[in-house]
């Protein structure tokens, strides 16, 4: 994400997940459609809590408690391409695809990390030139709601 920090350009936000945030306003995006079930909220940012992580942190701008884990599938060795619908992409103003940022939420249960999934089904998609950004239900596919992270069956 950008990195132009200063003092006109952030702004500070106490998350209860994470504490006080000192965020860069070009890394805000504004969710056009909202994302399921949580309709009144429209501002999220990405906070990146450990970077050695390979998750990630959705953090809503306008609801301090609400914080979704999110990963890139990429990070796990997953092959995942669809293509944007078109009616999508024109809602999101997207132009190129270098511009296209697109991460999965993530369920991560406390008693069984290794039982982590992610929504493959609904990607979180932003156009980073905008920052408009959606949730997009994928039609016609095999992606799945649940897809385990990890092979527990070993």
Do not use: H
Not at 123 to 151: C, E, G, S, W
Request: aromatic share 12%.
């Amino acid at each position: 994400m950008v990195n132009n920090m200063t003092e006109e350009n952030t702004v500070t936000i106490k998350s209860v997940k994470f504490g006080e945030l000192i965020v860069d306003k070009s890394n805000i995006f504004d969710f056009i459609l909202p994302i399921i079930g949580f309709n009144d909220l429209k501002k999220y940012t990405i906070v990146d809590y450990k970077p050695d992580s390979p998750f990630k942190w959705l953090q809503s701008m306008e609801d301090m408690e609400l914080a979704f884990p999110v990963t890139l599938c990429s990070f796990f060795g997953i092959d995942y391409k669809f293509d944007i619908p078109d009616e999508e992409a024109e809602k999101l103003g997207i132009e190129n695809a270098d511009d296209v940022f697109v991460c999965n939420i993530a369920n991560i249960p406390s008693s069984n990390p290794q039982g982590a999934t992610i929504n493959m089904l609904a990607p979180i998609v932003v156009n980073l030139q905008n920052k408009k950004a959606m949730q997009i239900i994928l039609k016609n596919t095999d992606f799945q709601v649940r897809y385990k992270l990890f092979d527990t069956e070993k």
